[in-house]
């Protein structure tokens, strides 16, 4: 099975390497051409154009920065759906909108491809360790088939339901991954004010029932005054919007997520889209005198 | 060394037993007679007043309801002060507010006793299980003298600093408890309305960054519909508002739990104050319209 | 000087009767033709498209239900740029969003016409009654030769500054409409669990400085229990959102009127969409345990 | 009918000079003797102590900072209770919880007193200007009998119910104040950012059903920037305290309320607890990045 893999950023780049590693022939495209250099010198083709991709793959991977660009990249004169071959495999693995969602797997359907939609819970690390969880919403016997394929870039794979389930577990995802963050935020500006340690503070955490991950990865960036980005304000901003968005279209109030959106709408408005969540702790801080 | 306990409750009775447990001459004293029978047939003598139990103490633990039976118990007639021997050394593991820690250590400290503060994180279970964690403010040096005996209720003593450091780092930890959960409420109301399989859901919290013991616990409460209470949502109540209050002191604005508290209080509202504190995902359930 | 209107409902409908009473020379189109029955009983006659309303008009008013009918209806074959003579005035009345505001600019004048936004703060009996506000952004020179018209329709015309300002000011006025009704609905829940007499609390808040013609008349509604819609639950929530969003784009946090859209959101999904916005009371009732 | 004052502060000071104006004989009691010089000037008789202006009062009225206060010049050694003639009317102008006007009214009553819980809608101006809402819970006849005296120091007065309720409807009032101030703060800072002159909006909010003329008069000052105190962020944190912990008591959830008070909170953080409640919007106005 030949892999065709399209968006070599952030997340796209180590996604595709472990590609490769795991055995898997693959071909790649990216719009800035640079991005595809290191894999020509790893002996992987790039191809021409995305149609040209879409002809010499047998499984599609997109991993692009969102809706415009996955719907473009299909849709497009010498876009993907020029060149799809009949019974291909489309793997969405970009965080993108449910309605989004749903029109690419119409597109690639009509055009009779098959869509899966897999975005992935972690951000750099893990997509460079290949210990991503891939949510993945389609029919269960193709995800069956690219089970495989999918567990070269994670260390699980969740069934998630039809498509766009895949997408809508990502948000659920990310709506507790940026509440969260708020509430260590309140908690360490909180024990700070009162006269705590932050070191004590990160141990008791870690000790009890809500440790979390997040929270010993989080807590020591704000004890050491490090916001260099791993998933930053800006994307966390971006998915609870999204969040919200459905929550509403939906009739679901959730005021808990809506306070915490209006902190990363500070974090935004203070400078600090570009660096990592961990910096609405620096909003909570200044807020409280600081 | 001989421990007096003072408060045997839900959490209490099995911290006591505890004690014991780990080879300790134990007696106690509670209000309600009838929670000391079972001690009786351990074998464990009942003193007949809180003065009582302090003549025949070196050590002395407080697990009661709240500031209000902290002070009462130690000042009143017949009362813990009377009877104190000096140098005994009172440790109170209730919650109680910043303020009731500081005048009850100055109530002991000027009888001749010396005082720890050492409330715990964790609920019934863990205090079945001997695994709370245990926060402790405090002389340094008589925290490390009293460590074995806390090791008997506990996994971890952590030091949080001077009196009232334990009740501080116990109001920060359950804030962020208090929020988790609201959290966890908004995420799976919102996967449920988009469709998603409660289990799905769970299994995806619990393989990422964000999997805490919390949620694994709760999830599956929600999931089955049992709200039988580990931590009820009157307490939580209690404590977000002594959180809240503390911040409102400290000027230490708290966006995210100031919208958790009224959830709670909406729970409360509904009746379900005295259920566990994973009642509050019906509050959200029902705000979106079932 | 002949108008040209378009969108003849709720608003619409007795605004086109006002510029006709106002002894201005009226034609209309409406996509549903049996809302043009009674102008035509009045002797005004109904354009055949958009464009034949554009050619025989020299000023056009908007009063559409939103940015994709405005679009619409000015770009589609037949549509009104495909009739517009040079320097005719568009008047966009209906509220839409910025980006649509400029967009629709943008296209009339590269048509050879000329734009002013002029969105209305008032809902149905201000309309009724001609003493709507009227919110206009553009040119100055054009608002003054255009103020006769637009008073024919308001009692009052506020220049905002350049397009799509009118539109700006509007999100702004509703911000305050939508939030001030939620602080109405919390104080008289508040105040009905106290013990106080609905109609006591409705004096004195009329007495003092809080005291705004919004209050009077919801709170009426509130003591009646009477929601029929003057200005639905369903379009408060379109216009927070459309707030929350222009907010998240300029970086500037709204942390009450985000909790605030989540009382809109709740109202919905307890199927008082289309009730007056006052219904958000009954969700604050219902959340208090009633 | 001789009037006792007792309270000479920032409002008692122009309430207790309007008593005067009203034709009363008064006489007065303060703490901080200075503050009844100029009522000496006036030839208005100062007492000794508390007991001594109860013995020389038909009717006695409170105005000072807080429950303590009041309950301490009730009942201290040579307090109020100590000189109470059978029958003097005690009113209670002051702002105090539910509970401390409940516990104010059983200890005059058991002194053979009568009681009135009297708080007053309006701050400095309205004070000067004898236009105070006043807000009176007790007995009705009682209440006619007090009317023309309570007539000297405000414009209406509004019959609420048996005690406490003039102090319950004093609540329901300042909830009202507190968040539509934090409202007007939003729309504005939002407004801004959208580019709108300062002065149009106001036009624009005074035109409307949002008119009120609380922003009518804090508009202006944030306009030019005067955070001169008239009803300080401090007394409103107070008052949204006192609101918010009934609330709780109650069951009964104000997420809007809620938002705001940490809106203040953050006020206090940065300094300007004693400004006018207006600098909320220097809180969101810097939160917006500036």
């Known amino acids: 099975m030949r892999v065709g893999f399209i968006g070599l950023g952030t997340m796209g780049n180590p996604m595709a390497r472990n590609v490769v590693n795991g055995g898997y022939d693959l071909i790649v495209y990216n719009r800035t051409a640079s991005k595809t250099a290191p894999f020509r010198h790893m002996g992987v083709p790039t191809a021409s154009s995305p149609a040209d991709l879409a002809r010499q793959s047998d499984a599609l991977i997109f991993m692009v920065t969102g809706p415009t660009d996955l719907l473009d990249l299909l849709q497009r004169p010498q876009g993907i759906l020029e060149g799809l071959n009949p019974g291909t495999v489309v793997i969405n693995m970009s965080t993108v909108s449910l309605d989004a969602t749903r029109r690419a797997a119409a597109l690639v359907e009509a055009a009779g491809g098959r869509f899966l939609d897999a975005p992935v819970s972690g951000s750099k690390v893990p997509a460079e360790q290949a210990t991503l969880v891939i949510l993945v919403g389609g029919d269960p016997a ?9 567990l070269t870039m994670g260390k699980k794979v969740v069934r998630c339901g039809a498509v766009p389930a ?3 577990m990502k948000l659920m995802i990310n709506l507790l991954l940026g509440t969260m963050m708020v509430d260590l935020a309140e908690a360490l500006v909180f024990g700070s004010r009162l006269g705590l340690d932050m070191e004590a503070m990160l141990e008791t955490i ?68 570009d660096e990592d969540m961990a910096a609405v702790f620096k909003v909570l801080d200044r807020l409280a005198g600081r």
């Not at 193709?142 to 999918?150: A, H, S, T, V």
């Not at 990865?217 to 901003?237: E, M, N, R, S």
């Open 142 to 150: 193709l995800i069956d088939q690219m089970e495989p394929l999918l």
């Open 166 to 168: 895949g997408t809508a």
């Open 206 to 273: 870690a000790s009890g029932a809500m440790a979390a991950p997040l929270f010993a990865l989080k807590g020591k960036a704000i004890a050491q005054g490090d916001y260099t980005k791993h998933f930053p304000v800006d994307l966390v901003f971006k998915d609870l919007n999204l969040v919200l968005t459905e929550a509403g279209s939906l009739g679901c109030p959730l005021p808990a997520t809506a306070a915490c959106r209006e902190a990363y709408n500070a974090a935004r408005a203070m400078g600090w889209g």
